[in-house]
């Protein structure tokens, strides 16, 4: 009996040993980007994971010891207990049945008990799927939207507060809803997110602006993102240039605008990805010049010679170059053009 009781009091006392504790601690695993570091993971227990940090607990005591600037984690592979046994079952069904998976995953939406920061992947796999799904089942986009919309309610600081911004932005671009599109870029420049993410959506916003024709506003919101480029951003300043020589050809200042395409062609020697842009923009010069011959031959250089070119740029050009096929009364053309472009 003596022996019984020492052997239980040497248990009871591993047992609440840090170091024990921190053995039986079932781990998370931080997987960071390969550009950072040589040591690539790190597990614990993750406390918090929001869009500027991420911190984890190594040792078991509760407090975080490593925190990580949430841009430079790849990705996080939750413990299944650290998440809800809804959360772990849906990934079956992600390629298998997507709708199936939003509607497993859409418990999230009740869930009190399971810390936001874990169910915001939940949130954020809605919104995912049901946009992807919406580019061939029209009838998803509201849901779409709303889930995008949920997402950004229920947890603020999420760690998909950029990217998921900047995809819902361009979804709703697509969709036709360009001021609802300019909201999701503007909180993006307003937000807290520094100045490299407030440029982008600056361009973002632009963009949107031309969409709806309206030109000096998209101008300046392309001098301002500008003016926040470093000089020796060679392509980055390019790539501003030919959206303000798109803004300025909308206002039918042409001689500005091929003043604008000459200089950027006698610079220093441009990425293929920017000459591609370039080239776009020349033909949006040409077709409001009523060029139409020039305008389609600079149109299907893009995806002809420069395929690096960014692709909302690429399908642009590929459907203008149509368009001026049309209006020279080549139409029987368009389906080579598109097939020559791997439409």
């Known amino acids: 009996m003596r022996g019984l009781a020492i052997l239980l009091a040497a248990l009871l006392a591993a047992a609440f040993t840090p170091g024990v504790a921190s053995a039986q601690m079932k781990k998370?695993?931080?997987?960071?980007?390969?550009?950072?570091?040589?040591r690539k993971e790190y597990s614990g227990r993750v406390l918090s994971e929001d869009w500027k940090t991420t911190e984890l607990?190594?040792?078991?005591?509760g407090r975080a010891d490593k925190t990580f600037q949430t841009a430079d984690v790849d990705h996080i592979e939750y413990n299944v207990d650290h998440q809800p046994k809804y959360m772990v079952e849906a990934k079956l069904l992600k390629t298998k049945d997507p709708k199936q998976y939003m509607e497993k995953l859409s418990r999230a939406y009740n869930d009190d008990a399971t810390p936001k920061f874990v169910l915001q992947h939940a949130y954020y796999n809605i919104a995912r799927t049901a946009t992807d799904l919406a580019k061939t089942e029209p009838a998803m986009a509201a849901s779409a939207i709303d889930a995008w919309q949920k997402l950004f309610a229920r947890v603020p600081d999420t760690r998909y507060s950029i990217a998921g911004r900047q995809e819902l932005g361009a979804f709703l671009l697509a969709q036709g809803k360009n001021d609802a599109?300019?909201?999701a870029f503007k909180e993006l420049a307003d937000g807290p997110y520094g100045p490299a993410v407030a440029q982008s959506a600056k361009m973002m916003m632009a963009r949107t602006e031309m969409e709806s024709k309206h030109y000096p506003?998209?101008?300046?919101l392309l001098t301002q993102a500008a003016a926040g480029i470093k000089l020796t951003d060679t392509e980055a300043l390019q790539?501003?240039?030919?959206?303000q020589c798109r803004a300025i050809i909308g206002q039918k200042r042409l001689d500005d605008a091929y003043a604008m395409i000459t200089a950027t062609l006698g610079e220093k020697a441009a990425p293929n990805k920017t000459l591609g842009m370039l080239y776009s923009v020349m033909g949006d010069y040409f077709a409001a010049k009523g060029n139409y011959k020039a305008a389609l031959t600079a149109y299907l250089k893009v995806p002809l010679m420069y395929p690096e070119t960014d692709a909302v740029e690429k399908a642009s050009s590929i459907?203008?170059?149509c368009s001026m096929l049309e209006k020279l009364g080549r139409g029987k053309e368009v389906e080579g053009v598109k097939k020559l472009a791997g439409e």
Do not use: S
Not at 57 to 61: E, K, M, Q
């Open 181 to 183: 599109a300019l909201k």
């Open 217 to 220: 506003e998209a101008e300046r």
């Open 239 to 243: 790539e501003v240039k030919m959206l």
């Open 28 to 38: 998370d695993t931080v997987i960071l980007n390969k550009k950072v570091g040589d």
């Open 57 to 61: 607990d190594t040792d078991g005591d």
């Open 319 to 321: 459907r203008l170059a």
